[in-house]
């Protein structure tokens, strides 16, 4: 229900608590040890992802364990309803159809005297996407945020997403992966997995851009060095003929919308 604040007492008291939540003892928490953990992480690589997984999902992952097999890719087909697969197949359609018509184009303007003009865009290398796991399923999130980069053209797609107790990750999460077109998904979630995508590990890539909702964690990796943040730009996949970034350095803006995948 909407609240309406009519008297100044109760605005000002408002204020204070919205002014708590987003800068009080919880955020400087998060903000110690977020910058501990993507420290860790740039140090120590799948060590540190291990570690973290255990410690706050309750799950010890082997190091080959950490990317999802084509095994568990193939099984999880079975393991929806046939219903459940045709409302992600038509959804991904139609992001996907959406997203197509909102691709920039490049253009070149040839001037008087020998002068071009013109903006060239082309897609990054590489792009990252956090799924959240837990109580949290949305195979939409998938879609809404995978999609774009592939309409974009981006070659590479990598997607992480946390564990369940026993080291699976939901069917569904897998499918729309598979349908939206991820090229790689690995078990890890939290301000880890965000780290591992920004710097890389042994086992995962470092990647241009990352996209995803986020909690108060994932939101304090913001304040954590330029590498580390959200997407919120839907075509930030596409970079203009300036020039990319290093993969070192992935340029990352907060996003609340997004979209699907190859078809």
């Not at 003892?25 to 860790?40: F, G, N, P, S, Y």
């Not at 992952?61 to 697969?85: F, M």
Request: proline letters at 6%; glycine letters at 8%; hydrophobic letters at 40%.
């Amino acid at each position: 229900m909407l609240r309406i604040v009519t008297q100044r007492p109760e605005a000002e008291a408002e204020l204070r608590r919205i002014r708590d939540r987003l800068f009080g003892q919880d955020t400087q928490e998060a903000e110690q040890t977020v910058a501990t953990i993507v420290q860790a992480v740039q140090r120590e690589g799948d060590r540190a992802l291990r570690r973290y997984t255990e410690e706050f999902d309750r799950v010890n992952l082997r190091a080959e364990e950490l990317r999802v097999s084509a095994t568990e890719l193939d099984a999880a087909y079975q393991q929806i309803s046939g219903k459940l697969l045709r409302a992600i197949e038509l959804a991904h359609a139609k992001i996907a159809a959406f997203h197509r018509l909102k691709v920039p184009q490049s253009w070149v303007h040839f001037a008087d005297e020998d002068v071009v003009l013109g903006k060239r865009y082309t897609p990054v290398d590489r792009a990252g996407v956090y799924v959240p796991g837990g109580r949290a399923l949305y195979p939409s999130t998938v879609l809404m945020n995978v999609v774009p980069a592939v309409v974009a053209g981006v070659p590479r797609i990598v997607m992480v997403t946390p564990p369940a107790a026993d080291k699976s990750v939901h069917p569904a999460l897998l499918v729309a992966a598979q349908i939206a077109g991820v090229d790689e998904i690995y078990r890890v979630g939290g301000a880890q997995a965000i780290a591992a995508l920004a710097f890389g590990t042994e086992t995962l890539p470092a990647v241009d851009v990352i996209t995803g909702p986020g909690n108060i964690l994932r939101d304090a990796g913001e304040k954590n060095g330029s590498t580390v943040g959200w997407a919120l730009i839907p075509w930030r996949a596409l970079r203009s003929g300036r020039g990319g970034r290093s993969h070192r350095q992935p340029r990352i803006h907060r996003r609340r919308f997004a979209g699907p995948s190859r078809t």
